[in-house]
């Protein structure tokens, strides 16, 4: 059973960084391209970042590039997201995907997603 598990998602002020996990079970994880996604209140899901199977190239939306690094643990089974210079349009649930190819607009063949984690940066 695959299972997706992130973590990390907590109430920050504007400015402040955190990181996410999502720790990855059951599949083979370096054969996965991974990424994050967001969904804020009333509005799509959107990509925010994805990294390839060996984690040496990483696509990021306009919104976060230069403040948000996705890197990746295989080792671990591991993915996660740095969040600097948080703002309050930020704020959403932010999911872990797994699939077969990443990309400037996200992940390719997305296979499975994770449940979840809520990052709430306020202003």
Known sequence: QVQLVESGG?????????RLSCAASGLAFST???GWFRQAPRKEREFVAATGWSGSSTYYADSVKGRFTISRDNAKNTVYLQMNSLKPEDTAVYYCAAGSVAGPQGIGGINYWGKGTLVTVSS
């Open 10 to 18: 907590k109430l920050v002020q504007a400015g402040g960084s955190l």
């Open 32 to 34: 996965y391209a991974m």
